[in-house]
């Protein structure tokens, strides 16, 4: 379908445009830099080909396949929250959060690839168990007003709309590209705790 695959276009667009803002750290220096950058970004990774034609969203596109409803969402957040420079910006997600979804990730994976004897992914196909656990945890979530949860019930409504060609609902969920993202910043903001860290002491001795 059409809308389909305009909508893992833009995911893709978000992903790889907020990763390279990203890494050039200015959204922590210039709004205008960081806008001017991501509206570049966007057009370039789209339109500038690399590989016998192909953009890198197309390539990104051809080697990951298809990625979740959530990514979409949450990398929306995400860019979003990156251009908010007020005081009191809040998180997407926080540590605990990041640690969980990674976490799924490195278990949903080594049971795709056969290293675990329990199938974690044939689950998504309509498990009512599964349903009921994802409809559990946004809930909770949302009680603890995280908005991970309001993330987790759209990803839930698109399954049920079809609004991505696979019938597993993992795949609405969770895919390699958020995973990535989340592991990234992660790593990233460990560096960067531990490079304030001893600039710190360097400056205590």
């Known amino acids: 379908m059409p809308s389909i695959d305009l909508l893992q276009q833009l995911i893709y667009t978000l992903a790889l445009s907020l990763f390279l803002v990203y890494l050039t750290r200015l959204p ?4 205008f830099l960081s806008s001017l950058l991501f509206i570049l970004l966007t057009m370039g990774v789209n339109f500038i080909p690399l590989l016998r034609g192909s953009s890198l969203v197309e390539i990104m596109r051809g080697v990951v396949g298809d990625v979740s409803t959530a990514s979409g969402v949450l990398l929306t957040l995400i860019i979003l929250n990156q251009f ?10 926080n540590l605990p959060e990041k640690v969980l979804l990674i976490i ?3 278990l ?3 049971s795709t690839f056969g290293f675990s004897a329990l199938d974690i992914y044939a ?3 309509l498990s009512l168990w599964m349903v009921s656990l994802v409809v559990l945890g946004s809930l909770i979530l949302i009680i603890f007003d995280r908005r991970l949860g309001f993330v ?6 698109a399954f049920y709309l079809r609004l991505q060609s696979s019938n597993n609902l ?8 958020l995973w990535l993202v989340l592991l990234i910043d992660l790593l990233m903001s460990i ?4 490079g304030n860290s001893r600039a710190t002491n360097w400056r205590q001795y």
């Open 84 to 93: 908010d420079f007020s005081e009191n910006r809040s998180s997407v997600l």
């Open 104 to 106: 799924i990730g490195v």
């Open 123 to 125: 689950y998504g196909y």
């Open 191 to 194: 560096f960067n705790r531990s």
């Open 152 to 157: 987790l019930l759209f990803a839930l409504i």
């Open 170 to 177: 993992w795949d609405y969920l969770f895919d390699p590209v």
């Open 28 to 31: 922590k220096r210039s709004l």
């Open 108 to 110: 949903l994976y080594l």
